[in-house]
């Protein structure tokens, strides 16, 4: 299935348990005050055929001014944050640099993207690696970024990744362009512990059916 339709498909589903989550809070608020769902929908603006939907989960276009309406007439104050999930969705520029480096693998190397890391026991796990080489018994995780807009948090996020799923060696692959090369000159300590390798020593590499070494390159 493509990564499109896995996160649209997880998408939807952490939007209805929301709107479940919504629906729940709305109805125990309200039949602790003891109102009518008419009284509630009356105060709030919306119809009493409306709010019995939103009550029942049964309301996709629930809007947020709704529920913020909604959550304020019967005592609540609505809150919404965004955490971080899973991967995001990669542009047509992104997927052709990663496939032109990946096109230079040459057996007994073979490699696939996109490559989920293991689920723990206790969740399901989210995060995949951009690419996998394997092949000499090795595996090489690869991780693209086109733009560097912060270094620490990618930084972060690779280590705790490369934590959850150890691997042979691990490449770092970043768009050479001059706000990247900026920001790594302007910040030498970030990825410290990635060796900066030659493009064409990677390449090389990846054209004699060999693991490049861990490290990062500029693309």
């Keep these: 299935m493509p990564a499109t339709e896995r996160a649209i498909d997880r998408g939807t589903r952490v939007a209805d348990r929301a709107l479940r989550v919504i629906a729940d809070e709305l109805r125990e ?27 029942r989960a049964k309301a996709p276009t629930l809007t947020i001014a709704e529920a913020g309406r909604l959550a304020s007439v019967l005592g609540l104050d609505l809150w919404l944050r965004l955490y971080p999930g899973p ?61 560097l807009r912060d270094g620490q948090a990618v930084e972060r996020r690779i280590a705790l990744k490369r934590r959850d799923d ?19 000159r302007a910040d030498p300590g970030l990825f410290a512990d990635l060796p900066r390798l030659r493009e064409s020593d990677v390449l090389a590499a990846l054209e004699a059916g060999r693991h490049p070494p861990t490290g990062l390159v500029l693309l």
């Design 166 to 184: 150890p691997t042979d060696a691990f490449l770092l692959a970043i768009a050479g362009t001059r706000a990247n090369r900026r920001l790594l």
């Design 29 to 55: 608020a309200r039949l602790g005050l003891g109102v009518s769902q008419e009284h509630v929908a009356a105060a709030a603006r919306v119809s009493r055929p409306r709010y019995s939907k939103i009550e």
């Design 87 to 147: 991967e995001p969705l990669r542009d047509a520029a992104s997927s052709r640099l990663l496939r032109s480096l990946l096109a230079h693998a040459r057996a007994p190397l073979g490699w696939r993207t996109e490559v989920p890391l293991p689920s723990p026991p206790d969740r399901s796990e989210q995060r995949a690696w951009d690419a996998v080489l394997h092949g000499q018994r090795k595996r090489t995780a690869i991780e693209l970024e086109m733009r």
